[in-house]
């Protein structure tokens, strides 16, 4: 092996040197006794020390090759071990892999690689995100957020996406390993296909929980929403705006709910809360009771929920800004990030937002507002179309 190599080089020059010194003081102490016949008292002691001292070197040499021979075998026996621990890893019956704490995959067996059709080295540096089913991303990035602070080993069971487009459900077990200094190093992912589940009840997950048998509520631009507590709405079609009243009983915008996200006064401990279509909204109503009653339910609106109070969190994140421009820039993102839709290179925010909308939601006035967005469109950020729809441009 190449550590053993040069350890043994080193030593190998270290012998060189000693033997050298060695011929060295032999030949220093022959030419005293040749030039000089009658010799200080001290000169034969101190030669005597210097061949003694030699002497110790060359069995330091000797006791070095000795524990190098004996470095090479436990070289060996560790080689051994690190093959015999690859092969299991390899032929695991399970998927298993090991990213870093951003999920980016660093090592992955054959199964792992086999169950999404792809080969070994293509997985290596990729996010796992990127194999899991597009509607359920936000959803496994909420749980790799939860699993890095709780430290603890999680289960997930999620859609994956197989390179040839197939999905199928998984079941991950993911545990938190950490370096010497208690800092999170990487995760720990057992995979294995979910066949607890019934097929019939995975393929309609995938589809989309069916709401065709169902009422349909439509509401004009403008209109509230009626809310109450059994209910939870689904939007099936448009944009809903969400917003509270603060102390100066002024309007605060809280979220935004388009199209597959749900919202109602169930899910929120305000005392005031109010539901305004931004658009022509269509809606289905599903009773909190048949939550409880229906696991395929449960399923489907669980990563809802995770992603309107993950929306409702960076709405409020918005006034944590101390500087009126910092809300704004950081709330036309997260508009673009929302509900943004593609408008050539650029984003559209298919939704009119009057001034004052953009007021309740940063804290300030619309005066503010105005001078704000003049200064973006001369900075060539954000522009507007025919129908004074936003227009993001390099807002990052």
């Keep these: 092996m190449v550590v053993d190599t040069i350890n043994k080089s080193k030593i190998d020059k270290f012998a060189q040197k000693t033997r050298a010194m060695d011929k060295r003081i032999t030949k220093l102490y022959e030419n005293f006794v040749v ?202 079609q448009g944009v809903v705006k969400l917003t509270t009243l603060c102390e100066s009983n002024e309007e605060t915008l809280v979220g935004l709910a388009d199209q597959g996200m749900i919202f109602g006064s169930y899910m929120t401990s305000l005392n005031i809360y109010q539901a305004t279509a931004m658009s022509e909204v269509k809606l289905v109503a599903i009773h909190v009771s048949e939550i409880t009653a229906s696991p395929n339910l449960s399923y489907f609106l669980l990563p809802k929920f995770n992603q309107r109070l993950r929306q409702t969190e960076a709405f409020l994140a918005v006034s944590g800004f101390r500087r009126v421009e910092d809300r704004l820039y950081y709330l036309l993102r997260l508009l673009k990030q929302e509900i943004g839709e593609n408008f050539g290179n650029d984003t559209r925010i298919p939704i009119r937002f009057i001034h004052e909308d953009f007021a309740s939601a940063c804290c300030t006035t619309r005066v503010t507002i105005t001078r704000l967005l003049c200064k973006l469109k001369h900075q060539g950020k954000i522009t507007f179309d025919a129908k004074r729809h936003i227009i993001v441009k390099n807002i990052e």
Excluded: M
């Excluded at 006791?63 to 690190?82: I, P």
């Excluded at 899991?132 to 496994?140: H, M």
């Excluded at 019939?200 to 439509?218: A, V, W």
């Design 35 to 236: 030039n000089l016949p009658v010799l200080p008292h001290s000169v034969p002691q101190v030669l005597f020390e210097l061949g003694s001292a030699s002497q110790t070197l060359h069995y330091a040499v000797e006791e070095l090759y000795q524990q190098n021979e004996q470095l090479e075998k436990v070289q060996e026996v560790l080689a051994a071990e690190l093959y015999r621990y690859q092969e299991l890893f390899e032929e695991a019956p399970d998927g298993y892999c090991i990213t870093d704490v951003h999920g980016k995959i660093q090592l992955a067996n054959r199964k792992f690689a086999r169950l999404l059709n792809i080969e070994q080295h293509y997985l290596i540096g990729k996010l796992i995100v990127n194999f899991v089913a597009l509607e359920e991303r936000k959803c496994f990035r909420n749980f790799l957020s939860q699993l890095i602070e709780s430290g603890r080993s999680q289960k997930l069971v999620i859609c994956l996406q197989q390179r040839s487009g197939g999905l199928f459900e998984v079941a991950f077990t993911v545990s938190v390993s950490y370096d010497s200094q208690g800092k999170p190093q990487n995760l720990r992912w057992l995979l294995r296909p979910n066949t607890e589940r019934r097929s019939s009840e995975l393929t309609q997950i995938k589809k989309g929980f069916d709401f065709s048998d169902r009422p349909i509520h439509k509401c004009s631009k403008g209109e509230t929403i009626l809310l109450d507590q059994q209910t939870i709405w689904y939007v099936y």
